[in-house]
């Protein structure tokens, strides 16, 4: 899988977490963003800590690596392969957090 696809599935994940979670809590308010009626259920926070997490992720480490990935270094290609392990967990970590926001 090339890195465009993998950056496209995390940002889509992230995307998909945050969606579910504002569906979930306007499905029980309308008005769900104005401040004092904005009361997101704990699988909102999770999907949210998991979106920021793999974005922040990509930003300070995948990101860099990828610009130095013109040799075959094995050690950046670990450092890169456990960055990605990040990433995927974190998404799978907002996704999860999104489906419970979204059935509960």
């Given at each position: 899988?090339?890195?465009?696809?993998?950056?496209?599935?995390?940002?889509?994940?992230?995307?998909?977490a945050?969606?579910?979670?504002?569906?979930?809590?306007?499905?029980?308010?309308?008005?769900?963003f104005?401040a004092?009626?904005?009361?997101?259920?704990?699988?909102?926070?999770?999907?949210?800590?998991?979106?920021?997490?793999?974005i922040?992720?990509?930003?300070?480490?995948?990101a860099?690596?990828?610009?130095?990935?013109?040799?075959?270094?094995?050690?950046?290609?670990?450092?890169?392969?456990?960055?990605d392990?990040?990433?995927?967990v974190?998404?799978?970590?907002?996704l999860?957090?999104a489906?419970?926001?979204?059935?509960?």
């Amino acid at each position: 899988m090339t890195n465009v696809r993998k950056f496209i599935l995390v940002l889509a994940a992230g995307l998909m977490a945050i969606g579910a979670s504002v569906h979930a809590v306007s499905a029980q308010d309308e008005l769900a963003f104005v401040a004092p009626c904005f009361d997101p259920s704990p699988g909102t926070w999770v999907a949210l800590a998991g979106t920021a997490v793999a974005i922040m992720v990509t930003a300070t480490v995948a990101a860099p690596l990828h610009g130095r990935l013109d040799t075959r270094d094995p050690a950046l290609l670990a450092r890169l392969l456990a960055a990605d392990r990040v990433r995927c967990v974190s998404a799978c970590l907002a996704l999860a957090g999104a489906l419970g926001a979204a059935l509960a």
